[in-house]
């Protein structure tokens, strides 16, 4: 059992708090620790306004997410390490080469596609990725 896992995308107030949001909700009462960061953080900021109301509209509360930056301790703190693009991946890899066994593609057992940036866009576009994010981490729960 991973105990402590971190999700990782840009600015950290779409993607990650988002898949952060629903490990939270689908493993409740799994002691499992579920955090986000990014690495290109927007710090202190909250969700955005629309990715928040696309989990509040699936009946989830994002409301206390605040950005914060990636750094190589929390990599190395995490028991697994989720990205949302391939180049994630590698720019994780590169912050803490130590941590690179445990750094995956969050849609690693789907289609191990990149889930893609729906920030400055139209709803639809957070309706997608929400879909996208939704499917990749269902496809984590008979792993964790």
């Not at 750094?71 to 190395?76: E, P």
């Not at 703190?77 to 994780?92: G, I, P, S, T, Y």
């Not at 893609?116 to 729960?141: K, N, S």
Request: net charge neutral; charged share 25%; aromatic share 6%.
């Amino acid at each position: 059992m991973f105990k402590r896992i971190l999700i990782v995308c840009v600015g950290n107030i779409c993607r990650s708090p988002t898949a952060e949001c629903l490990f939270r909700h689908y493993l409740s009462g799994s002691g499992a620790r579920i955090e986000s960061a990014g690495l290109g953080a927007l710090v202190g900021k909250p969700m955005d306004a629309t990715a928040l109301a696309v989990l509040r509209d699936h009946g989830v509360d994002g409301s206390a997410h605040r950005a914060r930056q990636a750094t190589s301790g929390l990599l190395r703190e995490a028991d697994l390490v989720l990205a949302m693009e391939r180049e994630h991946v590698a720019q994780l890899m590169r912050m803490a080469p130590e941590a690179s066994g445990k750094v995956m593609l969050l849609d690693r057992w789907g289609a191990g596609q990149d889930i893609p940036d729906p920030y400055r866009q139209q709803r639809e576009a957070f309706d997608h990725v929400y879909e996208l994010i939704d499917r990749a981490v269902r496809g984590w729960l008979p792993y964790l």
